[in-house]
């Protein structure tokens, strides 16, 4: 993707959703940081389905940790690999109230030194939480990042270099949200809808009928 087609490209998509929000469901940060967490390897859907009880009676590292592993292990259950995320966000909540007074600390480095938590989700929060214009590779938006030559990279780290190096200041903090839900439900893996896609003339994988001559 050409550097001068990167404004429209992102214009459109602002175009078509202006306010773009995280598909996981959370009422504060702490919510958000476990939904998270727990979304790792899963959909959102099915994080949604296990967090709109788990929140009900744990929506604070104090409540969760009183709620115990084995009640928390049984909310989560329909969730993939859910006694090892049960575990880590066991430890998250009590490190968060020996280290942060039970408050979600506004800090990368503070974040990924919870258990479970990696860049990606440290990302997700800083951004969605504290409106940090950070980028959150998931398989979304490394998929489409490469496929569309808006930032090519071998790692999910190359890929979240190169967005934040080519992506305009003014669509950074939400480009994330655009780019996974671009990914999600337009630029699928195994069969991208090019047909329907609104950024497709400024797409460098798109079919030539789908991608008109640039200016």
Same mark, same amino acid.
């Given at each position: 993707? *050409?550097?001068?087609?990167?404004?429209?490209?992102? +214009?459109?998509?602002?175009?078509? =959703?202006?306010?773009?929000?995280?598909?996981?469901?959370?009422?504060?940060?702490?919510?958000?940081?476990?939904?998270?967490?727990?979304?790792?390897?899963?959909?959102?859907?099915? $994080?949604? !389905?296990?967090?709109?009880?788990?929140?009900?009676?744990?929506?604070?590292?104090? &409540?969760?940790?009183?709620?115990?592993?084995?009640?928390?292990?049984?909310?989560?259950?329909?969730?993939?690999?859910?006694?090892?995320?049960?575990? =880590?966000?066991? %430890?998250?909540?009590?490190?968060?109230?020996?280290?942060?007074?039970?408050?979600?600390?506004?800090?990368?480095?503070?974040?990924? +030194?919870?258990?479970?938590?990696? *860049?990606?989700?440290?990302?997700?929060?800083?951004?969605?939480?504290?409106?940090?214009?950070?980028?959150?590779?998931?398989?979304?938006?490394? &998929?489409?990042? =490469?496929?569309?030559?808006?930032?090519?990279? !071998?790692?999910?780290?190359?890929? %979240?270099?190169?967005?934040?190096? &080519?992506?305009?200041? %003014?669509?950074? $903090?939400?480009?994330?949200?655009?780019?996974?839900?671009?990914?999600?439900?337009?630029?699928?893996?195994?069969?991208?809808?090019?047909?329907?896609?609104?950024?497709?003339?400024?797409?460098?994988?798109? +079919?030539?009928?789908?991608?008109?001559?640039?200016?």
């Amino acid at each position: 993707m *050409r550097k001068q087609d990167i404004s429209p490209f992102f +214009a459109t998509l602002k175009a078509a =959703n202006p306010q773009p929000e995280t598909e996981l469901e959370y009422t504060n940060t702490f919510e958000l940081l476990a939904a998270v967490l727990l979304s790792a390897q899963a959909t959102d859907v099915g $994080v949604n !389905k296990a967090t709109r009880r788990l929140f009900t009676v744990a929506n604070s590292p104090q &409540r969760m940790l009183a709620l115990g592993l084995p009640a928390l292990t049984a909310h989560i259950r329909t969730i993939g690999l859910f006694r090892t995320k049960a575990q =880590n966000l066991m %430890e998250t909540c009590r490190l968060l109230i020996e280290r942060h007074d039970g408050i979600v600390p506004r800090s990368r480095d503070a974040l990924q +030194a919870l258990p479970g938590v990696g *860049r990606k989700t440290a990302n997700v929060v800083l951004n969605v939480a504290f409106g940090e214009p950070t980028m959150a590779v998931d398989t979304h938006i490394f &998929r489409v990042a =490469n496929r569309t030559g808006l930032a090519p990279g !071998k790692t999910p780290l190359e890929v %979240e270099l190169g967005l934040l190096e &080519r992506v305009p200041a %003014e669509y950074r $903090v939400d480009a994330h949200h655009w780019l996974i839900l671009h990914g999600r439900y337009v630029c699928q893996a195994r069969r991208p809808l090019c047909a329907q896609c609104a950024v497709s003339r400024w797409c460098d994988s798109a +079919a030539p009928e789908h991608s008109p001559t640039r200016p």
